[in-house]
């Protein structure tokens, strides 16, 4: 499949990675091609600048966010999430129109310092956000509740864990649970939570991911549902 | 131990059965104890008056907070959350002075119909306001993230999963540890999250416990967190 990941940041490298060694015809989408690929130092979390990644993963085009949106047949959100409702406008809405919107982003701000707080929560959630304002993209947040390396090899974490998926348009949603069978998902580790409204649980559990994280000192972690 | 629990809701009489039942002296807080004797009906989400749960477990007793919070050692409140800070008022911070406050509420508000949302979140929690406003308390958030059948039996939801626990005080930390201890909860599933700013996390979790919970149809689960 034709797949955009807008952000070139660790979760849209991790699964632009991913997807193009699965098959899957990739290209990730930023803002200004020239200024991405000009970045030539770490960044402030220690990752290598985006060309030097490039190098490693020569199957990964990089686009402007417009080309991105016109060349996937499913578009995967990747950016900060503060920064993807603009990401996401200059992808074009008539390019996401119809399509798959994976919105895997999480809406931290930074500002106050460290840990981030959420830029939307509780009464709204960046996932209802972008649907509202592409209303023709079938939207479906996923994966947004754990490491990038985790996303894409469960088996990284021993054991059972799960990823939970939600969204409007049931088609798309199966869809989406395809892919994450083909990250190594196991069908009884998709948790399907209805609605895109259900969206909020999945952002507004990220301050205890953080919490866990700074218990763990690092970040393969997830979460397993277990139930009488 | 002498234990106040604030509030006569399920959790409040959960736990003050629990505790009972292992040999604690507990008294149960409630802001009029004649208005509470004289409920006569089922409550709106089915649970029997406090009266007739009181003939079952008559070695309960029924205060009011302020006598509730004189008689307890430690204190839990287990009121709603959008009534905790004012019920802990009634209590008097004079009785509640070098205690261990024990906070399993989470601050949900119906008043937009369901699922709720919270009245307070992100930027602070409601265990932060109850430390603020009881500074000589020492506040420790936990149980909050599960139904009160699973916080006294966890043994009822099979296999491994975890308990969190935030506050400033280490002491009174180790204090509810125990607790948790008697309540069935094995050491290596008491996840310690550290500073009483944890609870957002735990608190911000309710939407996605309550997004499984409509998708279980019941509220025997809980979490479990794998880590490589």
Redesign the interface.
């Known amino acids: 499949m034709k797949i955009a990941v807008l952000g070139t940041g660790v979760a849209g490298r991790t699964l632009a990675g991913s997807f193009t060694g699965r098959g899957h015809d990739v290209a990730i989408g930023t803002r200004d091609v020239d200024a991405t690929l000009a970045i030539s130092e770490t960044d402030r979390i220690g990752n290598a600048p985006f060309s030097q990644w490039q190098g490693d993963n020569s199957d990964v085009r990089l686009m402007t966010f417009a080309d991105a949106g016109a060349h996937g047949e499913l578009v995967v959100n990747a950016t900060a999430g503060g920064a993807s409702l603009a990401a996401l406008e200059a992808a074009r809405a008539d390019n996401l129109t119809g399509k798959v919107l994976v919105d895997v982003a999480n809406a931290l701000d930074f500002s ?1 310092g460290m840990p981030p ?2 830029s939307v ?3 709204d959630s960046l996932a209802e956000q972008i649907q509202r304002a592409f209303p023709e993209a079938k939207v479906v947040k996923t994966l947004n509740t754990m490491n990038a390396s985790v996303m894409v090899n469960p088996a ?6 799960d990823v ?1 998926v ?1 969204g409007e348009d049931a088609d798309a949603k199966e869809t989406v649970k395809g892919l994450l069978r083909e990250l190594g998902w196991k069908d009884g580790n998709i ?4 609605g895109i409204r ?1 969206a ?3 952002e ?9 994280m ?3 000192g ?1 970040p ?9």
């Not at 948790?191 to 209805?194: A, E, F, M, N």
């Not at 393969?220 to 009488?228: D, E, F, G, L, T």
């Open positions: 106050q707080t959420l929560a509780n009464t990284g974490v021993p054991g059972d864990h939970f939600a948790v399907d939570l209805g259900s909020r649980g999945m507004m559990y990220l301050p205890l991911w953080l919490s866990l700074a218990v763990y690092q393969s972690y997830n979460i397993k549902v277990v139930r009488a």
